[in-house]
T-cell receptor, first 114, second 114 residues
């Protein structure tokens, strides 16, 4: 049974047209993460929530925003996608921050920008 | 500061032969180390983790890794490759004093030939 579910799996948008990606989890984990992964690269952390506490990485562009309305759901908003934002976006959860590095990942949302 | 270096960007083996994926780490502290696997267009899955208990760690799907402090290595091995092992493998260390955030190696792509 899927525990971290991302929608949509594939998203095509136009340059500058806002996009929202969603993530839901059935694990009741406190921490949720958003990673960006470009082709043939390692995942790059954009931000994470520890419960409702939002933590932005210093080099995450302002173009990326996130919302976590409740424990189960988290959203990634890209306000004005550029060609360089085309990537796989991975949502992950963990039981607690620093919880021995074990993250549970969704299958990802692949964003194409035309 | 913590870091990981995966020594091979691509490894190719024949089905039924051993697999060796190499990882060296750098850490000022006693590290927690992990191997994650990513199949094409999928999220990441934890293969195994070392958190200062036994130095030989067994994971899923027949993989294991040995923590060698003297060599600062955490190489991943499997006695006999299967076609389904073809994937990208990431060696990961946690960022000790930053809430356990993950630091990824650049990844090793494993190909398995029939």
């Amino acid at each position: 049974d899927a525990m971290v579910i991302q929608n949509p799996r594939y998203q095509v948008t136009q340059f500058g047209k806002p996009v929202t990606l969603s993530c839901s989890q059935t694990l009741n984990h406190n921490v949720m993460y958003w990673y960006q992964q470009k082709s043939s690269q390692a995942p790059k952390l954009l931000f994470h929530y520890y419960d409702k506490d939002f933590n932005n990485e210093a080099d995450t562009p302002d173009n990326f925003q996130s919302r976590r309305p409740n424990t189960s759901f988290c959203f990634l908003d890209i306000r004005s996608p550029g060609l360089g934002d085309a990537a796989m976006y991975l949502c992950a959860t963990s039981r607690a921050r620093g919880a021995s590095g074990e993250l549970f990942f969704g299958e990802g949302s692949r964003l194409t920008v035309l | 500061a913590q870091s990981v270096t995966q020594l091979d960007s691509h490894v190719s083996v024949s089905e039924g032969t051993p697999v060796l994926l190499r990882c060296n780490y750098s850490s000022s502290y006693s590290p927690s180390l992990f191997w994650y696997v990513q199949h094409p267009n999928k999220g990441l899955q934890l293969l195994l983790k070392y958190t200062s208990a036994a130095t030989l760690v067994k994971g899923i799907n027949g993989f294991e890794a040995e923590f060698k402090k003297s060599e600062t290595s955490f190489h991943l091995t499997k006695p006999s490759a299967h076609m389904s092992d073809a994937a990208e493998y990431f060696c990961v260390v946690t960022r000790y004093n930053q809430g356990g955030k993950l630091i990824f190696g650049q990844g090793t792509e494993l190909s398995v030939k029939p």
